[in-house]
């Protein structure tokens, strides 16, 4: 699991764009966005790593918000769900 | 600046007429210009709804006396099509006996040509005909009716996503009555492209079906293309040489929702502050307004936070509203410039437009929009709402004149 | 209509990024056919989060823009006005680039968002939680200069107000290669920048110089057609030709395109002090943005860089300025600053 959250990091980095920040800045429990959590862009961009990477997608929008907040329950998800 | 501005020339292309009068007819007989499948070569061409112009690039060049082969974008040739109506409508006698000014909009520019070049360039650096990029960046379209007309004096270009042309209508009333200009023809164009497309498509607010402003079951736009022009003269100029005026220009205002990049925010607030600045400018109450035609592009968020936006302002002194995007698309650079043409319609023939495709009301308003439409209506003040990604909120306010 | 510049913030391919001074040293850079930016520590402005999707370009206005408010001392302005030629070029392409790679299928959106033009007055308006008026400008070589005159006319009718002006534009390989195809560069060198102003009626201790008014004419038919402008402009101010003690001229080094310079050095302008900038900032369609960057501090400092200069120094106390430049023949414009203490 540990690796696979490991690939997911790296995954959700280049989802994002997020340049200066590493896997190691990136806390599996912690809240990934500031504030409120991420917003409705970068749910989209997640939806794209999950159904490229897993062919998953989340259709409602606030189910979306609330299981990408944290790295631990979008690989949850995701290891359950996956095809 | 006590420098009136009024409306004395009009020109309009987009799916619903390829002039005002054929405009006009379809507003009034209930029919949408949009329509399934597409022209152009992607993979969203058979089944989406949009409200594309039934003329080729070939036969708008042919109308306006342009060699076939030639580098004008289908922005250019759309907005050249009804910039010439517009001024053509204004029964100008000579474009050069005052100071006259161009003031366009787009969002995408020359898009249409830029991406077919890309399409080859990406392949090989060498590939690619250089008269489909030359047009690409957004002032070669303005240039282009500059040339055609004969306008000399003042031109420049605007780009503030979906509120971009009303915000032209802003910056040319602007140029009158800080006494700049005597006479300015103002408007902008987008032609459909694959970029857009592809560009909502990601953004998730595109519908597949035909979109429904302000229903509870919306889903998002339906793209379309167009382009709009007005020609907007001084109190000094028109009395200088009277002639027929449509209507004023009576107050506008530009507010930024400062949000986010694409959202409004849940309670519009930007919409709010363009709105009540639009009235404070004409020095209008809110219950002067007969009728308001939304932005309302049948976008999940943009219906509940303009309509939010509406009930706050407007409270219970409601006017009559509607989107009318059912009928055209969502033109987007050219969206402002084209409501404001339907708005200068409702208000010379006493018209409120139907909100098309409208069954089920949103549960967080209380308002509901116009279905049936209404003819010799009291159309005195109108205001017209463009909102455009970045929070850009323009709103307008069209009045009758009574000589 | 007259307005005061309170603050300057500039990204350029000089290292002015946070300081707006002339800089001490210039390098010219090399490896790249055009004048690349020489970029910032973006973390002082920008969390690394918050600017998650932000390209290049977006950066480097908001950076820009961020330096001028607080050079300024101004925390929010009353508006935000700018011009762009091209807007976020980068992001077009990346768009562009994804459709064609992805066959249409599961794009990101974020280079689509980044691509609409008024992208980088959105994303200030956002992040200083600024509500007021938010117009840019987008036509070629008069898109800044567009963006100046919709700002002086702000001021004319909202007197205390704080205006934001920008102009901006970006190179990229793509872009320059595309336009090299198209003709340019041949003798001359591309660039980018961008270049914040904060402007207002209110004259103050340590402004940088005064901006009378500015001018666009499109296409003139000749040389003599340029003197006129000038002519008609200067008049304007109740000033003549021998008023101007220094001239901020758009020479590139394309001999054909310089012409109207030249022609103006050997006779209205033989006896100012000609300056110019291209060479510092390549070309571009909101290079005029630098040019007045540059214009402001030679007023403030009353002090002509050795790099910029053509002919002669300046001798006199430098009480007006003018900045003439053209885009490829089509687009003239022209800026006029006087001294603040005037």
């Given at each position: 699991m540990e690796e696979f959250i490991l690939n997911l990091k790296k995954q959700i980095l280049q989802a994002l764009n997020l340049?200066?920040?590493?896997?190691?800045?990136?806390?599996?429990?912690?809240?990934?966005?500031?504030?409120?959590?991420?917003?409705s862009i970068d749910v989209l961009d997640l939806n794209i790593l999950l159904e490229k990477n897993?062919?998953?997608?989340?259709?409602a929008a606030e189910k979306g918000k609330k299981l990408l907040c944290y790295v631990r329950t979008m690989a949850e998800y995701i290891n359950i769900n996956k095809k | 600046m006590a420098n009136r501005v009024f409306v004395t020339g009009i020109g309009i292309i987009a799916a619903i007429g390829n002039h005002t009068e054929e405009a006009l007819q379809s507003l009034t007989q209930k029919r949408s210009g949009i329509v399934k499948g597409?022209?152009?070569?992607?993979?969203?061409?058979?089944n989406i709804p949009f409200g594309e112009i039934k003329l080729s690039n070939k036969v708008l060049a042919e109308k306006l006396n342009?060699?076939?082969?030639?580098?004008?974008t289908r922005t250019a040739l759309l907005a050249m099509t009804s910039a010439k109506e517009a001024l053509v409508h204004a029964q100008?006698?000579?474009?050069?006996?005052a100071r006259t000014g161009l003031i366009s909009a787009t969002s995408v520019g020359g898009m249409d040509r830029s991406e077919q070049f890309f399409k080859e360039y990406h392949q090989?650096?060498?590939?690619?005909?250089?008269r489909d990029i030359v047009?690409?960046?957004?002032?070669d379209h303005t240039e282009k009716i500059a040339d055609f007309l004969g306008i000399n004096d003042y031109m420049t270009t605007l780009s503030t996503a979906c509120s971009s042309s009303a915000n032209a209508i802003i910056a040319g009333s602007r140029m009158i009555k800080n006494q700049i200009l005597d006479r300015v023809i103002i408007g902008g164009a987008d032609s459909l492209t694959k970029f857009t497309m592809n560009g909502f498509n990601s953004l998730m607010?595109?519908?597949?079906n035909f979109c429904r402003p302000f229903d509870e079951t919306r889903f998002g736009l339906n793209l379309g293309e167009g382009a709009a022009y007005l020609v907007l003269e001084s109190e000094k100029m028109l009395e200088r040489e009277p002639r027929k005026i449509l209507?004023?220009?009576?107050g506008f205002g530009n507010a930024s929702d400062a949000y986010h990049q694409t959202a409004s925010s849940p309670d519009g607030f930007g919409a709010c502050l363009a709105m009540r600045k639009a009235l404070e400018s004409a020095q209008?109450?809110?219950?002067?307004?007969?009728?308001i035609n939304a932005?309302?592009?049948?976008t999940p968020n943009n219906d509940l936070s303009e309509g939010k936006a509406i009930e706050n302002v407007f409270q219970d002194m409601l006017p009559l509203f509607s989107s009318t995007k059912a009928y055209?698309?969502?033109?987007?650079?050219?969206t402002g410039a084209i409501e404001a043409v339907l708005c200068v319609l409702a208000i010379q023939h006493g018209l409120i437009y139907p909100n098309l495709n409208f069954t089920t009301p949103m549960k967080e308003l209380a308002i509901r929009p116009v279905t049936e439409l209404i003819t010799?209506?009291?159309?005195?003040h109108v205001l017209s709402n463009s909102f455009g990604f970045g929070g850009n909120n323009t709103s307008l306010i069209f009045s009758k004149i009574y000589n | 209509m007259a307005a005061y510049i309170k603050g300057i913030g500039i990204v350029s391919p000089l290292k002015t990024a946070d300081s707006s001074?002339?800089?001490s040293e210039i390098s010219v850079p090399v490896g790249l056919p055009f004048l690349k930016c020489i970029e910032p520590a973006y973390k002082k402005y920008l969390d690394p989060m918050a600017s998650r999707r932000m390209s290049r370009s977006i950066k480097m206005g908001i950076y820009a823009a961020k330096r001028c408010l607080e050079d300024a001392g101004?925390?929010?302005?009353?508006a935000i006005i700018t011009g762009t030629g091209l807007g976020c070029i980068e992001d077009t392409e990346k768009f562009m680039i994804s459709l064609l790679d992805n066959n249409?299928?599961?794009?990101?959106?974020t280079p689509f968002i980044q691509s609409t033009h008024n992208t980088i007055s959105a994303q200030i308006s956002i992040l200083l939680k600024c509500h007021g008026y938010n117009f840019t400008y987008v036509h070629r070589g008069f898109s800044f200069e567009s963006a100046l005159l919709d700002s002086l006319m702000m001021l004319k009718e909202e007197p205390s107000g704080n205006i934001l002006l920008g102009g901006m534009d970006e190179i990229t390989e793509i872009s320059h290669h595309i336009l090299y195809r198209l003709g340019h560069w041949r003798k001359t060198i591309a660039g980018e920048g961008a270049a914040f102003f904060l402007l207002c009626n209110t004259k103050g201790t340590?402004?940088?110089?005064?901006?009378?008014s500015v001018h666009t004419f499109y296409k003139p038919a000749n040389d003599e057609e340029i003197r006129n402008q000038i002519r008609n402009f200067l008049h304007q101010k109740q000033?003549?030709?021998?008023?101007?003690?220094?001239a901020v001229l758009g020479?590139?080094?394309?001999g054909k395109l310089d012409l109207p310079y030249h022609a103006l050095m050997n006779d209205i302008l033989k006896d100012a002090c000609n300056v110019k900038y291209k060479n510092l900032c390549?070309?571009?369609?909101?290079s005029s943005s630098f040019a007045l960057w540059l214009a402001a501090i030679i007023m403030k400092g009353q002090q002509v860089p050795d790099?910029?200069?053509?002919d002669k120094k300046a001798?006199?106390?430098?009480k007006n300025i003018l900045i003439y430049n053209h885009y490829r023949n089509i687009n003239h414009s022209l800026i006029l600053l006087q001294n603040a203490e005037l």
């Open positions: 340049e200066k920040i590493t896997m190691e800045d990136i806390d599996t429990d912690a809240r990934l966005f500031e504030g409120l959590g991420p917003d897993y062919g998953l997608k989340i259709h | 597409t022209t152009l070569d992607t993979i969203f061409k058979d342009i060699p076939s082969s030639n580098s004008y100008i006698k000579d474009i050069r006996n090989d650096k060498n590939k690619g005909r250089l047009g690409h960046d957004c002032g607010i595109f519908d597949r209507c004023e220009v009576k209008l109450k809110p219950s002067d307004i007969d009728y932005h309302g592009t049948g055209t698309g969502h033109t987007l650079g050219a010799n209506a009291k159309v005195d | 001074d002339f800089p101004v925390e929010i302005p009353d249409e299928t599961l794009l990101n959106p340590s402004d940088y110089a005064k901006i009378d000033l003549d030709f021998a008023d101007i003690d220094l020479i590139n080094g394309d390549g070309e571009y369609f909101t790099t910029v200069l053509i001798e006199k106390p430098i």
